[in-house]
């Protein structure tokens, strides 16, 4: 049974930086795209970024330019690197294997990244 770990959340002041690790256990995620989404309370889970199996990227306007999301396939861990944050980056930070190759939708439990001064 595949599990995400998320971590690296916490407390920043605006203009601060994060990263935030998605780990994987229980089977290789090397050949799945990998998601970043972010959900505050009364809105839907938005995506921030994407990453294919073979490193294509894809990011949220709001995300381009300040975030980089990369992945290390030996450690099965993928990485949402946060700069310049804003206060309108406050949410809670999922990762998500996109379903493929056997495997169906799988969420990790999220990850508090707060900004504020």
């Known amino acids: 049974q595949v599990q995400l770990v998320e971590s690296g959340g916490g407390l920043v002041q605006p203009g601060g930086s994060l990263r935030l690790s998605c780990a994987a256990s229980?089977?290789?995620?090397?050949?799945?795209?990998m998601d970043w989404y972010r959900q505050v309370p009364g809105k839907e889970r938005e995506l921030v970024a994407s990453?294919?199996?073979?490193?294509?990227?894809k990011y949220v306007d709001s995300a381009k330019g300040r975030f980089t999301i990369s992945r290390d396939n030996a450690e099965n861990t993928v990485y949402l690197q946060m700069n310049s944050l804003k206060p309108e980056d406050t949410a809670v930070y999922y990762c998500?294997?996109?379903?493929?190759?056997?495997?169906?939708?799988?969420w990790g439990q999220g990850t508090q990244v707060t900004v504020s001064s």
């Open positions: 990453i294919g199996s073979f490193g294509g990227t």
């Open positions: 998500k294997i996109v379903a493929g190759w056997g495997l169906p939708n799988i």
């Open positions: 229980g089977r290789g995620i090397s050949l799945n795209t």
